[in-house]
């Protein structure tokens, strides 16, 4: 094998790496519901919401309790999608 053969056997490996991390990093789908279910978020990969679900219980919170639980319910997802893009960008490097 010639040092161009060997050269692009290397690049083609590594673009195929790539292809395969942005693959990875575009099904990311993170969900995450409060303590007790009554908000659920899922969020892609950027952390960017793709879902929001409403249980009933949602009746029974004050305007302030909602907007904690959605928030803080919306955060965790956000961490546990980045954590999950960090992995996997960690991973490819190492």
């Known amino acids: ?6 050269l692009e056997a290397a690049a083609r490996t590594q673009l195929g790496r790539i292809q395969q991390l942005s ?4 099904a990311i789908q993170v969900e995450h519901s409060d303590d007790d279910a009554t908000v659920t978020v899922s969020v892609d ?11 009933e219980g949602i ?3 004050s305007p302030a309790e909602f907007e904690r639980a959605v928030v803080h319910t919306a955060a965790a997802a956000a961490r546990n999608a980045l954590a999950r893009r960090g992995t996997l960008i960690e ?3 190492g």
């Not at 094998?1 to 060997?6: E, K, L, N, V």
């Not at 693959?23 to 575009?26: A, E, F, G, Q, S």
């Not at 990969?45 to 249980?55: E, N, P």
């Open 23 to 26: 693959t990875d990093l575009d």
């Open 45 to 55: 990969g950027a952390a960017r919401l793709v879902d929001l679900h409403l249980s």
């Open 1 to 6: 094998m010639s040092q161009f053969d060997a």
């Open 59 to 61: 009746s029974r919170m």
């Open 91 to 93: 991973e490819f490097n």
